[in-house]
């Protein structure tokens, strides 16, 4: 039998995380075509209407109902406005093991909404879920990332060399493939005290989501 993660709402002081909907599309699509978050994930582009269509309702729910991870949509409390994604993904449950990734909207970056959202699914899956290993992965250059990183908490365990395809704007206005780096942090339970700590100013665009 598969094992899967519930299907969950969590909630923060600012935040719920909640699974996506389709009133999430046009916000979606949106996001996903801002350029710091296709500079630093493999989202194709330009992302269409589409595919974030069924990204909300087949693929994001087969995530889950597969037992790879699972997806929340990151809104505000008060508006529901959409702030972001964050996603558990190349979950093991035999090491009881998940990684982490994020992209944030850009109205969004600033108010330490990518942390706060980390954060709260750390919590849960150490918490609720027993899990024992959280990693997350930063292109070498993502230094927004590295800092929200930083700021929940996580180790760095070190980098893996030429691992990742970055994309740079081109004179054309195009886009262009760039190798580099991958830094590799983990969060474990005795690493994990639940505090939000400083989370203020954090502008952690994207953490390698690759959503197709």
Avoid at 138 to 149: G, L, M, S
Wanted: glycine letters at 6%; a negative charge; one cysteine or more.
């Amino acid at each position: 039998m598969t094992r899967t993660f519930p299907d969950v709402s969590i909630s923060t002081d600012r935040l719920e995380l909640r699974p996506l909907e389709p009133a999430d599309v046009p916000p979606l699509t949106e996001m996903m075509n801002d350029e710091q978050i296709v500079a630093w994930t493999s989202v194709t582009h330009p992302y269409s209407a589409d595919q974030a269509r069924d990204w909300v309702t087949r693929r994001a729910p087969t995530e889950r109902a597969q037992g790879r991870g699972i997806v929340f949509a990151v809104a505000e409390f008060l508006t529901q406005r959409l702030v972001g994604i964050v996603t558990l993904v190349h979950t093991d449950w035999r090491t009881l093991s998940t990684e982490v990734a994020y992209a944030t909207a850009p109205w969004a970056r600033g108010e330490g909404y990518a942390s706060e959202a980390v954060l709260a699914v750390a919590d849960w899956l150490f918490r609720d879920q027993q899990f024992e290993r959280l990693e997350l992965r930063t292109a070498a250059d993502n230094t927004a990332a590295q800092q929200v990183a930083q700021k929940v908490g996580c180790i760095s365990e070190g980098v893996l060399r030429n691992a990742w395809i970055a994309r740079s704007r081109t004179e054309d206005g195009g886009w262009a493939d760039i190798r580099t780096d991958l830094l590799v942090w983990s969060l474990l339970p005795e690493d994990f005290d639940g505090s939000p700590g400083q989370l203020t100013d954090d502008s952690g665009y994207a953490a390698l989501p690759s959503w197709r």
